[in-house]
């Protein structure tokens, strides 16, 4: 007969998302794994195979944390202003109580970027791809940008987010502020 589990999978998850949003993947152990999230390494084993099926249920787990903010932006129809207003939201997420600053897709990206594992690098693509293609219908409600501007832009507000992400965690609020100020006063 197999054994009832003892915990609740949302809740561990939660706890694994916030140890690889802080720490990344690759300095993230096992060990580090049991200790936040409270359970051995057998009902890890057990219930999400390893090490990267612990990440992959937490990368779901922050974009569930973040749905919310992207529906919002999705939703949004007041072009560049829209886009400003994410860039605050997807600040304020890393301010909010038990949350990490910075943007756990945004690190594992660039974590990932170099290397070999196609399951994550087709998320973190995917996720990009999605991003870039919302700035993009954003910026086309301005009916003055002509489609190469607009392409420019886009890439231009993809790496910004980046540099917004990696800033995010080291830089004061006020210092945040200008930045996103000086983005889109570019825009």
Known sequence: MARKKQYIEEDVIDKAMHLFWRNGYENTSMQMLEKEMGINKFSIYSSFGNKHGVF????KSYKNKTKTMFETFKNASNGVEDIKKFFYD????GLQKDNEKGCLLT??????SSKENDLINEQMTAFMDNLKDLFIEKLRLDPNKDEET??????FLVLAKHGLAAATRVNSQ???EDYIEL???NI
């Open 56 to 59: 992959l249920e937490s990368l």
């Open 90 to 93: 997807s600040v304020a997420i």
């Open 107 to 112: 690190n594992t990206y660039n974590e990932f």
């Open 150 to 155: 607009i392409l420019k832009q886009a890439n």
């Open 174 to 176: 006020k210092e945040i």
């Open 183 to 185: 983005i889109f006063s």
